[in-house]
């Protein structure tokens, strides 16, 4: 069995690759991190070029037509620069979910906009630090409003619709899309660990918007979504985990300490060969998670749970570490260590903390082994 990608995949990461290599190195990630850009446009305006913010939408609706692999590569890539823009709101969340369970007249109205980059979207699913359920959910919609408070919500500052997870009245959750400039939304940016990667407390009050198809069978819509988001940011997390890698590497290589580089001394060599074994496991069950969401199948959600942990195990270790062969200097601001660990920190949580995502898993094989 072959899992590796196609010659047209790996064409789209090369790329992407040699784009962002270009384009988008750590001193555009800095001076977001220093100015006031809430995200590189520059960026973001080549990766709207280029079509890959309409990589998964079908050609009817203005996209590329593709698939989820091509979305894998090019997830890693910008996981590999630490990308200062919106991508994954954009598109492994508002976009899928829309595309996945958007009415026709939805779908004919937001991706061609989502796909020429028109517009920046979002998921809006969170109300606190707590995981968000069918039961603690308190947005609500009625009579085509919207009331309730998400938070902490990613690209909610500037984005222009967001797909937002409410209650049905009884009936469970539903999945509701909100145009954003409309009346009825308030915006308060807040401060994360990642600060290159804007969030927000998004307040509705009698805001318009329009229930997606099937309400009240959110449940099952956002399981999936976020499953598909899962193998996506694991992807992301990769690439992440592989620069923080070669970042400590070079650096190990270069530093000299008491007349040798410090890479040749035994406790710099396990952290590397810890960073490398991490990065394999994760990049092993990343793939198995994107052969499941490309084929549709079944075991999706325990492949998707167990790339997630893998990934974000294998970049929070890398990012931390990678601090760590740096020393004194890796803590400093002036060092560019600081983004990919901030970003890893901020990848664990962004769908779901570790801990959901292993009861998940959990839950999954006991379902397996009881059948």
């Not at 995200?39 to 939408?57: E, F, H, P, Q």
């Not at 601090?323 to 600081?338: F, K, L, P, R, S």
Request: hydrophobic share 45%.
């Amino acid at each position: 069995m072959n899992f590796d990608f196609s010659d047209d995949q790996k064409m789209i990461k090369e790329q992407v690759r040699k784009f962002l290599a270009d384009k988008c190195g750590y001193a555009v990630t800095r001076r977001v991190l220093e100015g006031k850009e809430p995200y590189s446009r520059d960026v973001w305006k080549g990766l709207v070029d280029m079509g890959l913010t309409g990589t998964a939408i079908p050609e009817e609706h203005g996209g590329l037509g593709l698939g989820a692999l091509e979305l894998c590569v090019i997830a890693e890539e910008l996981g590999r620069v630490a990308a200062a823009v919106p991508f994954s709101s954009s598109v492994y969340l508002a976009s899928e979910a829309i595309n996945l369970f958007g009415t026709d007249a939805q779908k004919a109205n937001w991706l061609p906009k989502l796909a020429a980059g028109e517009i920046i979207g979002t998921l809006a699913w969170a109300e606190g630090t707590h995981q968000p359920t069918a039961r603690n959910i308190k947005t609500s919609f009625a009579g085509g409003k919207l009331n309730g408070e998400k938070l902490p919500v990613p690209d909610g500052s500037y984005a222009d619709i967001a797909v937002v997870v409410v209650s049905a009245g009884g009936k469970g959750i539903s999945l509701a899309i909100v145009d954003l400039r409309e009346a009825g939304v308030t915006r308060e940016t807040l401060t994360t660990v990642d600060i290159v990667r804007d969030h927000a407390r998004l307040t509705f009050k009698d805001a318009p918007a329009e229930l997606m198809s099937d309400q009240g069978n959110g449940e099952a819509q956002l399981a999936r979504l976020l499953d598909g988001a899962a193998v996506f940011f694991a992807f992301e997390q990769v690439g992440g985990t592989e620069a923080a890698m070669n970042m400590a590497r070079d650096y190990a290589m270069e530093r000299f300490a008491f007349g040798r580089v410090i890479a040749s001394y035994q406790a710099i060599k396990h952290k590397l060969a810890d960073m490398y074994v991490k990065l394999e496991l994760a990049r092993s069950n990343a793939y198995f998670g994107a052969m499941q969401l490309n084929d549709q199948s079944a075991e999706l959600p325990e492949a998707a749970a167990t790339a997630r942990i893998a990934a974000t195990d294998a970049y929070c270790f890398a990012g931390q570490e990678n601090v760590q062969v740096h020393g004194g200097i890796g803590y400093t601001w002036e060092a560019d260590t600081q983004f990919h660990y901030r970003r890893s920190k901020l990848l664990s949580l962004t769908i779901g903390s570790p801990v959901n995502w292993k009861n998940k898993l959990v839950s999954c094989l006991e379902a397996r082994n009881a059948a």
